[in-house]
């Protein structure tokens, strides 16, 4: 199915980046940079999680090097579907208190009038999105902490009263929390892992990258583990796109740039800096099966006694921004669906038992869950594009 589903994800990038006349690989940088960026922190926090790291680095354990060059492919390709998912999202917003609210529920409600199917997209996104993907952050994160002899019950503690804090927040707050963190942590996890690469350039071989990618096992393998993972780190026709686009107070252009902005840098310059590491540590270490400790490893090689406590540093700010995330998503929406106390408060305790279950759980176990959801969801927004496409005689 997956197959099937990628051959045809890459038909529609082809068509729509036609369509777009090839708008969708224009950025105005110095534009955007007098923007309002609450948006782009939003989307980013969504985007750049505890995955950002292993998609990259789990598609090359399974698809080898040649994984890498697909996720990289698909992340530029895809980018005009990334376009119409910012612009259905952007148009088709509510306005929630002084803020706004939108993604898949309110384009299939009020783009389509597909009531039913919205609720489906929407209770989706919200298990995908806010409890799955929340599993995922804390499983690696108690990984890496458990390295350090700390026992699971500490983590759990520690983690509770995170949470507990984070649903104190209201929701200006917790975009105002996003605009604080998220810029501290992209630039810390830069400023050392360019320098790695800087310091240890000689050591990379790129040859590990063509040889993998000539054989057409590795061509297949890779294809199919890379675009998958590509799918997870831009979270390409999950949701929270059209969702971090709604949120956007500047006018659509710079929504619809800021969510294309989000791609490039996750899904091809993080991708490009995971992979540069990857190899300086394979030029005198073998390929390791867990992606934490293979991660673990190749901090190490450049920060010494540092890079484990460096990793766990950047594992804990990218997995806050994305509870802050998961969080913002359930709230906003069931703040605007209902007044009900209740319903939110059981949105909380659902909230808080997968987070902190996800200490517990096998990855192994979770990915195939996310990948099945995943796959769900990427039909029912891919339908949801390609209706308005067709009912609308707009030129986007």
């Given amino acids: 199915m997956w197959i099937l589903l990628i051959i045809f994800l890459l038909f529609l990038s082809i068509y729509l980046s036609i369509k777009l006349k090839f708008k969708n690989y224009k950025l105005n940088i110095l534009k955007l940079i007098s923007k309002d960026k609450t948006s782009l922190f939003l989307t980013l926090g969504t985007k750049i999680g505890v995955g950002s790291l292993i998609g990259t680095t789990s598609s090359i354990i399974i698809g080898g090097f040649s994984s890498v060059i697909w996720m990289i492919l698909f992340s530029l390709l895809t980018t005009s579907i990334t376009y119409h998912e910012a612009y259905y999202g952007n148009k088709y917003k509510k306005k929630n208190n002084s803020n706004f609210v939108g993604g898949p529920y309110y384009i299939l409600k009020y783009g389509l009038n597909k009531k039913i199917l919205s609720i489906v997209s929407l209770i989706l996104l919200i298990v995908i999105y806010s409890f799955l993907f929340q599993m995922i952050q804390m499983n690696s994160i108690g990984y890496l902490l458990e390295l350090l002899n700390i026992k699971k019950i500490i983590i759990i503690i520690i983690s509770l009263i995170v949470l507990f804090i984070t649903f104190r927040l209201s929701i200006e707050e917790v975009l105002n929390g996003l605009n604080k963190v998220v810029p501290l942590m992209c630039l810390l996890f830069l400023i050392v892992s360019i320098y790695g690469i800087v310091n240890n350039f000689r050591l990379i071989d790129i040859t590990l990258i063509t040889k993998d990618f000539v054989s057409i096992k590795s061509i297949l393998t890779g294809l199919v583990i890379g675009v998958k993972r590509s799918?997870?780190?831009?979270?390409?026709?999950?949701?929270?796109?059209?969702?971090?686009?709604?949120?956007?107070?500047?006018?659509?252009?710079?929504?619809?740039?800021?969510?294309?902005?989000?791609?490039?840098?996750?899904?091809?310059?993080?991708?490009?800096?995971?992979?540069?590491?990857?190899?300086?540590?394979?030029?005198?270490?073998?390929?390791?099966?867990?992606?934490?400790?293979?991660?673990?490893?190749?901090?190490?090689?450049?920060?010494?006694?540092?890079?484990?406590?460096?990793?766990?540093?950047?594992?804990?700010?990218?997995?806050?921004?994305?509870?802050?995330?998961?969080?913002?998503i359930g709230k906003n929406n069931i703040e605007y669906l209902t007044n009900s106390k209740i319903i939110l408060n059981i949105f909380k305790i659902?909230?808080?038992?997968?987070?902190?279950?996800?200490?517990?759980?096998?990855?192994?176990?979770?990915?195939?869950?996310?990948?099945?959801?995943?796959?769900?969801?990427?039909?029912?927004?891919?339908?949801?594009?390609?209706?308005?496409?067709?009912?609308?005689?707009e030129k986007i």
């Avoid at 929504?255 to 902005?261: A, K, M």
């Avoid at 590491?277 to 394979?282: P, V």
């Fill in 231 to 328: 799918i997870f780190m831009n979270e390409l026709l999950i949701g929270t796109t059209s969702t971090g686009s709604a949120s956007d107070k500047n006018d659509i252009e710079t929504s619809i740039n800021y969510q294309i902005l989000s791609v490039y840098f996750i899904g091809i310059f993080i991708t490009i800096i995971i992979s540069l590491l990857l190899l300086i540590y394979l030029s005198n270490n073998d390929i390791l099966s867990n992606y934490n400790l293979l991660l673990t490893g190749v901090y190490s090689s450049i920060l010494g006694k540092y890079g484990l406590l460096f990793l766990i540093i950047i594992y804990i700010l990218f997995g806050f921004t994305t509870i802050l995330s998961g969080y913002y």
């Fill in 350 to 393: 659902v909230f808080i038992i997968f987070t902190v279950s996800g200490i517990i759980f096998k990855s192994e176990f979770l990915w195939i869950i996310i990948d099945n959801l995943i796959l769900i969801m990427i039909i029912i927004n891919s339908y949801s594009i390609i209706k308005l496409i067709k009912y609308e005689k």
